[in-house]
């Protein structure tokens, strides 16, 4: 494969491309779908960006110009995904954060042997304030035998995904995404409307600087929960202290933690007995890319890419990022669950 650097350009096209010669067996559709995400993600871009005037442009909270309806962004998220790649043949069906059941690609379009899981708008109550949000993707390979995609084909463990990646709707947009093949960064160059390869290979350090956590929960944690935050903190003296980091839109922090090293902890609490984070559209496809990375994800008893699913909008404890961070994690609150001191589900607080 060509080796890029930074300071070649490279658009997210020729990347894909050049990312399928090395499987010769490849057929081309993961390549197309993965161009039309892009797509979509340009197009959510362009949405964002203008949110702060919807209310402006719009002649009534109700209806925009066009006399259309207004909808909210991660609706209007959600559909742009959908309709950019339910048509391509690609896909057998998706699944959606914002939808309860499995998306069925309509029945005049041919299904290919792939399955899209993703949450369009991630961090969409940040709008508002003008906090960056972001799109997360994950693609599973079809393993049922009839035509179109089953439940079974969405509930696999992470491990399983052939692709993944983010976008982040921030001071520039920038999607990042793996194929198993190391994570890559693309930066949208808004006047050529083109992604450019901004971030080849990104490697994320072994031990964080930076600690994103909702402190407010601190007393619905377990115990075994509060010691960790204490230990990230350096209180017990074992650690040099992190910073502490929280935007409170998963993308931006993940996405910061990734480059500069950090640790993404939502464990559960006391409200949310298994965390907040959903698996299959936020967990797995993240903790993908963060192991491409050199880094690690486990829900404090397993890594994340092994758990395996049984629901789709499964929310999941979630410690995600820096290696030598997660594995301290694991071992803090793994051998909480290896004791039994505690019956609750990982990292969750007991019913
Ligand atoms: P959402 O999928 O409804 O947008 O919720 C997920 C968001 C994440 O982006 C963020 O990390 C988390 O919720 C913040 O939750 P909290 O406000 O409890 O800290
Ligand atoms: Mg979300």
């Known amino acids: 494969m060509v080796k890029h650097t930074a300071t070649s350009v490279v658009t997210i096209e020729r990347f894909i491309i050049e990312q399928e010669k090395l499987h010769p067996e490849a057929t081309g559709e993961l390549s197309g779908l993965l161009y039309d995400l892009a797509l979509a993600a340009k197009m959510i871009a362009n949405k964002v960006r203008s949110a702060g005037l919807a209310d402006i442009l719009g002649a009534t909270d109700l209806e925009n110009v066009q006399g259309e309806t207004q909808q909210k962004l991660d609706v209007l998220a959600n559909e742009i995904i959908v309709k950019a790649v339910d048509h391509g043949g690609r896909l057998c069906a998706m699944a959606s954060e914002e939808e309860p059941d499995i998306i069925e690609i309509p029945e005049n379009f041919r299904c290919g042997k792939y399955c899209l899981l993703f949450d369009p708008l991630d961090g969409s109550s940040n709008i508002d304030v003008n906090v960056p949000v972001g799109t997360i993707f994950s693609v599973v390979r079809k393993i049922t035998r009839g035509s179109r995609g089953e439940m079974e084909d969405m509930l696999q463990p992470g491990r399983r995904q052939v692709a993944a990646g983010y976008v982040i709707y921030g001071s520039s947009t920038m999607l990042v ?130 758990v395996q699913p049984t629901e789709l909008h499964q929310r999941t404890p979630l410690f995600i990022g820096s290696k030598n961070d997660v594995d301290a994690a694991l071992a803090m609150l793994g051998a909480q669950h290896k004791s039994g001191d505690s019956l609750a589900p990982v990292g969750s607080v007991g019913a």
């Open 177 to 306: 995404y793996t194929t198993g093949q190391g994570a890559h960064g693309f930066t949208l160059d808004p006047s050529l409307g083109e992604f450019l390869l901004s971030h080849p290979n990104i490697r994320t350090p072994d031990v964080g600087r930076y600690l994103s956590v909702n402190d407010s929960y601190h007393s619905q944690w377990e115990p075994p929960v509060q010691n960790l935050m204490n230990y990230y903190r350096g209180q017990d003296g074992n650690r040099q202290p992190m910073n502490t980091r929280y935007v409170g839109s998963l993308v931006a922090d993940f996405h910061r933690n990734l480059l500069g090293g950090g640790l993404f902890a939502y464990p559960a609490n006391r409200r949310n007995k298994h965390g907040k984070l959903r698996l299959l559209y936020e967990a797995s496809p993240l903790s993908f890319i963060v192991e491409q990375a050199g880094g690690a994800a486990t829900d404090g008893i397993q890594r994340i890419l092994d």
